[in-house]
């Protein structure tokens, strides 16, 4: 079984920097890559970024490149991510993934806010 949690969801201001943090466990061998979804009420589930377990390649979605930054620490099967100058249309669930053997694994999300 494969766990994923993630944490770090806050109400923030438009402008302001926030970091989430995902801590991957259980029968992650086979890992690929992780990376990061979110859902906005009413919207569908958009693709944020992801990056490689082996290699660190990444990957961002058109609305965030420039302002997010994916990273990882394998040692401690974690994968991160670095927002800056939120807007209000980064309000979403965020939602870590995992690729292990082709297969997807999700978290139960975590809520930004971003709002004045």
């Known amino acids: 079984q494969v766990q994923l949690v993630e944490s770090g969801g806050a109400l923030v201001q438009p402008g302001g920097s926030l970091k989430l943090s995902c801590v991957a466990s259980?029968?992650?061998?086979?890992?690929?890559?992780m990376g990061w979804y979110r859902q906005a009420p009413g919207k569908e589930r958009e693709f944020v970024a992801q990056i490689r377990w082996s290699g660190g390649t990444t990957d961002y979605g058109d609305s965030v490149q420039g302002r997010f930054t994916i990273s990882r620490d394998i040692r401690k099967n974690m994968v991160y991510l670095h927002m800056n100058n939120l807007m209000t249309e980064d309000t979403a669930v965020y939602y870590c993934?995992?690729?292990?053997?082709?297969?997807?694994?999700w978290g139960p999300g975590t809520q930004v806010t971003v709002s004045s």
């Open positions: 259980g029968r992650i061998s086979g890992l690929n890559g």
């Open positions: 993934s995992a690729n292990i053997l082709f297969r997807d694994f």
